[in-house]
């Protein structure tokens, strides 16, 4: 674990260098339409991709420079769906941003320099990469949210997310110095070992514990660090908010197992009840402040805070009263289920752009107003997206909702086993404000005549694709989920 072994950091190497191409070489870009970057970036997202995902079909682990990074199944899975989540953002988001004047190269670049983020926290193995791959990702998304300056609502949004994601930094950097001052090391792997000796601390470590699940709270976007969530979403342009949304949850995820699980599993007794209060307290919080929602985008919000509830339940009943036998199933859900609503998410927002056009924001819930009468295929898609996000079988979010319910339940713990009846009372409860927009769309009789919707056919063929993994993933869950399997079970044993 000591040697430098610069091979491991090889896909981020690739995308860093290609990142910066990109940057240099839409300075001589003449198309208004930013072709020549937006095929580019396409085709350096998908060189890291596939360099991530072939790793990880090859499952070897290993360490490089110096042990502070690690190149594992659980990381290559991770990085090579953020991959694959920022290509599709760039896809949905290119035809809005040229109708609205913000095809710029910068869009690009900074949705590149956010996956070069999500890659080096998805392969952290030191409190300092952690740290370092979090004001990466973070520094470039608060640039995207800000990217149309002439626009209050984006500007207002971006300083509330800056402000406030400082203020999570600081939490987070604060709960790491802490954990190192009772630990004496950075390395996440020897911090579990220090734990493990007895001769620790404690009551220093469980509270730099607190400030870590405090600052990975806010990038989960979990109450009651969510304040930022509908604000963000709502104010930022829909291209920006999809990338805001997706992909940055792949990352935290990965840097929660790192710390939490990899680092500090001999603590699992004390976090694991912050994390099932922050779960339980999303679910309420999001699933009614969403039913008095009129704007789709902040429904949408407060419908991610909600999944990220459950999200959060699964990844506390990986140890049961000081065992870790259900861990292996507890994670893997949990990453099944992060995956899938990633999935999910992207092409949500995707209708959302897809049915905007100049002047018009498809942003409130009365504008899909009799939609499936003037495009049945828009309508059938989104209602796809919307059943899957409610957990309506046999869409994937019925499969993941089922895998956590069936994780909490499986500890034979009266706590979890009622955790799981709430989960699913908080679902049906949700479940209203996803149907009401199917109502709409559906039974509601358009306010205004609306021209017919004409689109190019690469987004719609995209939008069709997403919506088939959505249904064919509910169909057949089997393969995924034995990915997330093996990939937390060979981080676990390493």
């Known amino acids: 674990m000591s040697t430098l072994n610069w091979t491991v950091i090889q896909p981020e190497a690739w995308l860093l260098l290609g990142a910066c191409v990109v940057t240099l070489a839409d300075l001589f870009v003449k198309d208004p339409q ?21 790793a990880f079909a090859a499952g070897d682990t290993a360490y490089g420079l110096s042990a502070m990074v690690v190149a594992d199944p659980l990381g290559h899975l991770l990085a090579g769906f953020g991959a694959i989540a920022v290509m599709t953002c760039m896809a949905y988001a290119r035809p809005t941003l040229a109708a609205r004047e913000m095809n710029k190269g910068e869009f690009y670049a900074l949705s590149l320099f956010v996956l070069l983020g999500i890659g080096v926290m998805c392969s952290a193995n030191n409190f300092l990469v952690v740290y370092l791959g979090l004001e990466v ?9 800000a990217l149309r300056r002439a626009h209050v609502a984006a500007t207002e949004a971006a300083m509330k997310y800056f402000v406030l994601g400082a203020l999570a930094s600081g939490f987070l950097l604060y709960g790491l110095s802490m954990m190192y001052g009772a630990t004496g090391t950075l390395e996440i792997p020897r911090v579990f070992e220090q734990i493990a000796t007895g001769r620790i601390n404690k009551e220093v470590l469980v509270l730099g514990t607190v400030f870590v699940v405090a600052g990975l709270g806010f990038k989960f976007g979990a109450v009651p660090f969510h304040m930022w969530v509908p604000d963000v979403y709502q104010g930022a342009p829909t291209s920006i908010t999809l990338l805001v949304g997706s992909a940055p949850k792949l990352a935290a995820f990965a840097i929660t197992i790192r710390l939490l699980v990899e680092g500090m599993l001999g603590l699992a007794m004390d976090w694991q009840p912050m994390l099932v209060v922050l779960g339980a307290a999303s679910l309420v919080v999001g699933n009614v402040a969403a039913i008095a929602q009129t704007n789709l ?37 949990a990453l099944f289920y992060i995956v899938t609503y990633v999935l999910t998410t992207l092409g949500s927002f995707g209708v959302i752009m897809f049915l905007s056009r100049q002047g018009f924001e498809a942003e409130r819930i009365e504008d899909y107003a009799g939609l499936n009468s003037r495009s049945p295929w828009a309508a059938g898609v989104m209602a796809v997206f919307l059943f899957s996000l409610a957990g309506v079988p046999p869409m994937v979010g019925f499969y993941a909702k089922l895998a956590i319910l069936q994780a909490l339940v499986t500890t034979n713990v009266v706590g979890y086993i009622m955790l799981a009846v709430f989960a699913v009372v908080m679902s049906l409860v949700g479940a209203f404000y996803y149907l009401r927009v199917v109502k709409v769309m559906y039974f509601d009789k358009p306010k205004a005549v609306e021209p017919a ?19 064919g993933l509910g169909l057949l869950p089997g393969g995924l989920m034995a990915m997330c399997r093996d990939a937390i079970v060979k981080a676990l044993a390493g």
Not at 453 to 471: I, M, Q, Y
């Open 297 to 333: 985008k902040r429904m949408l919000a407060y419908s991610t805070i909600s999944q990220v509830g459950f999200v959060l339940l699964g990844l506390a009943a990986g140890v049961v009263s000081g065992n870790t036998l259900s861990a292996g199933n507890a994670y893997s859900s």
């Open 137 to 145: 990702m973070s520094l470039s998304l608060y640039a995207l949210v």
């Open 34 to 54: 930013r072709g020549p970057t937006f095929w580019l970036s396409q085709a350096v997202a998908a060189l890291y991709a596939w360099l991530h995902l072939d």
């Open 453 to 471: 919707l004409v689109r190019g056919g690469g987004v719609t063929a995209l939008l069709a694709v997403n919506g088939l993994l959505v249904l």
